[in-house]
């Protein structure tokens, strides 16, 4: 009788944990480039220099987003090899910005529920529009992969996360949020034939 528990336990568990990420992902359509049969890529841009040490967010990225889509690429049987690469790989980073949720109990005058005289206040549902509403600042990160023969793009995949606190540039947690986004946006990338 343990077992069912725990099995519901886990699967709550990897139910709040994948919710709670807010990384989305875009994947572009894989045919072309699954029939192209990859084995061999590399980098279509140089590393970026950061001779200065600035903490500008693109700087810190730069390195430890070449690193997880290596190591997502060579667990997927792709070798880094630029003498006879096939295809090439690219980023754009960019920070944009999207709108949050608008509340149910929300009017068109105010955005957010608030306190009516003589009626009940969830503050529940206060609380949920103050935290989902409102603009949203996010890290986007557009890898392409480009045919390198054709000189065309045969894939793409755009990754959006929600930056928690804009002022704040942590590279461990550019680290951990680099690592699950470019899991989760080479997810749909076929393995090396």
């Not at 009788?1 to 725990?6: A, D, E, L, V």
């Not at 942590?170 to 470019?182: L, M, S």
Request: aromatic share 8%.
């Amino acid at each position: 009788m343990p077992y069912p528990k725990t099995l519901a336990a886990v699967l709550l568990a990897l139910l709040v944990t994948a919710c709670a990420s807010g990384v989305q992902t875009r994947p572009g359509d894989t045919t072309s480039f699954e029939q192209a049969n990859y084995q061999f890529y590399r980098w279509r841009s140089q590393p970026l220099d950061n001779s200065s040490n600035s903490l500008d967010p693109v700087y810190v990225l730069d390195p430890i987003l070449r690193r997880e889509v290596d190591t997502a690429l060579q667990d997927k049987g792709y070798v880094l090899d630029p003498e006879r690469a096939q295809f090439s790989v690219d980023y754009i980073f960019a920070p944009g910005l999207i709108m949050g949720e608008k509340s149910a109990d929300a009017t068109n005058i105010q955005t957010y529920p608030t306190v009516i005289p003589n009626r009940q206040v969830n503050q529940a549902v206060v609380d949920n529009a103050y935290a989902l509403g409102g603009v949203k600042e996010t890290s986007n990160i557009g890898l392409q992969f480009n045919d390198i023969a054709r000189n065309e793009e045969v894939w793409r995949v755009v990754i959006t996360k929600i930056v928690e606190d804009v002022n704040e540039v942590d590279p461990e947690r550019i680290e951990r949020n680099a690592h699950e986004a470019v899991t989760r946006g080479l997810r749909t990338l076929p393995p090396a034939q």
